[in-house]
């Protein structure tokens, strides 16, 4: 395995992980050794600090389990953990321990039922897995648990976990609020009972390509929301039946960041994931301005690069960069549209989130700043 020089991404387990935090009936169980719990990463326990104590087990494996594939300590922890009430369900965390050693954890799983009359599932992960392969499995997954009800409210459904994309959920939800009193009677990015998911029958808003599959699974109808541009954000409120009155006037601000790129041929290269990519390839089509598209992951549709690949290629570069923290520590004229974690951030609910054209403009804005000054 290489070493990473710069930094690397959260790996599928992570992103399953902060999926699962999210249920409160829900009791994470990582069977790996001790000091391996996934729950002892640094940004993780700044999200989740009021769950992690509460809901997080490790079976602190050692080198005789490991060795002779026992499974005795799953059983301990999981004695411990029905001895909570409110807990009514155990999550198998994957590794690749149990990957390594041929571990059969929906075997395990199923012992659990058996013997202590609770629910018990894990997600299959391979080794090599990267954090949006496992959301795409947590949404697929979440099907099997879903019971749709007749209802007036939508169901809100997309992203991984990140403070910013809670923040995003919720500015959705606001605004569909005001502009037609519509209320959310799901948000996969809010805490939930896994064992109690009553949807609503009635429209799914998606919000990442991870959550389409389980949006066609669930068929009823959905609208896909990934827009920072004014034209997508009216076709999205129209299909919400939901007249717009423009306020503002906005060619002549758009014509204004046309004139500087154009003017100034700064390179604008985004290095992001598949669902940024799209947001902004959207944007910067409408204003007519090109950019270099990277994924942080690999896909079918963008070129892929890891970090380390990717700041050793353009750290000399006179460009403009969209990407994460870890990435502007490396290189100048960087601006964080995405954050993984590795650097510590103060998260607060005034955290910048982009969705809808109001996040383009401060997007642009930010831009114009970095050529200008």
């Not at 395995?1 to 387990?13: E, H, I, S, V």
């Not at 604008?268 to 390839?281: A, Q, T, V």
């Not at 601006?335 to 650097?343: R, S, W």
């Not at 910048?352 to 930010?366: N, P, R, V």
Request: glycine fraction near 2%.
């Amino acid at each position: 395995m290489p070493l990473n020089k710069y930094g690397t991404f959260p790996n599928g387990r992570i992103n399953i992980f902060n999926h699962y935090i999210l249920f409160d009936d829900v009791a994470i169980l990582d069977f790996s050794t001790f000091g391996h719990g996934v729950y002892d990463y640094g940004n993780l326990s700044r999200l989740f600090y009021q769950r992690i104590d509460k809901s997080c087990y490790n079976a602190n494996l050692n080198e005789i389990d490991l060795s002779l594939g026992q499974t005795e300590k799953a059983f301990s922890a999981c004695e411990e953990i029905i001895k909570d009430k409110n807990i009514k369900h155990i999550f198998i965390m994957p590794s690749a321990l149990s990957a390594t050693l041929g571990l059969d954890l929906n075997a395990l799983c199923y012992d659990i039922k058996e013997k202590y009359n609770i629910e018990a599932s894990t997600i299959f992960l391979n080794l090599n897995d990267d954090f949006y392969q496992a959301e795409t499995y947590f949404y697929n997954n979440l099907y099997r648990y879903i019971k749709l009800e007749s209802s007036e409210k939508y169901n809100l459904l997309g992203d991984e976990v990140t403070n910013s994309n809670i923040l995003k959920h919720q500015k959705i939800k606001k605004i569909i609020k005001e502009k037609s009193n519509l209320d959310c009677q799901f948000d996969s990015l809010d805490f939930n009972n896994l064992t109690d998911l009553h949807l609503s029958n009635r429209l799914n808003i998606i919000t990442s390509k991870s959550a389409l599959e389980l949006a066609k699974k669930m068929n009823i109808p959905y609208i896909f929301l990934n827009s920072l541009d004014e034209k997508n954000d009216e076709l999205f409120f129209e299909k919400l039946n939901i007249n717009i009155t423009k306020k503002e006037k906005l060619d002549y601000i758009y014509f204004q960041f046309q004139n500087i790129i154009k003017m100034t041929q700064k390179r604008i290269i985004c290095y992001l994931n598949l669902d940024h990519l799209d947001m902004l390839k959207n944007l910067f089509s409408n204003l007519n301005v090109p950019l270099e598209l990277i994924a942080t992951h690999k896909n079918n549709e963008y070129k892929y690069m890891n970090m380390d690949d990717f700041i050793d290629k353009y750290r000399n570069e006179n460009a403009i960069y969209i990407s994460n923290e870890r990435v502007q520590k490396h290189l100048s004229n960087c601006i964080d549209f995405e954050y993984i974690g590795l650097d510590y951030k103060l998260l607060t609910p005034f955290e910048d989130t982009y969705i809808f054209y109001d996040s383009g403009l401060k997007l642009l804005e930010k831009i114009i700043s970095l050529i200008v000054y």
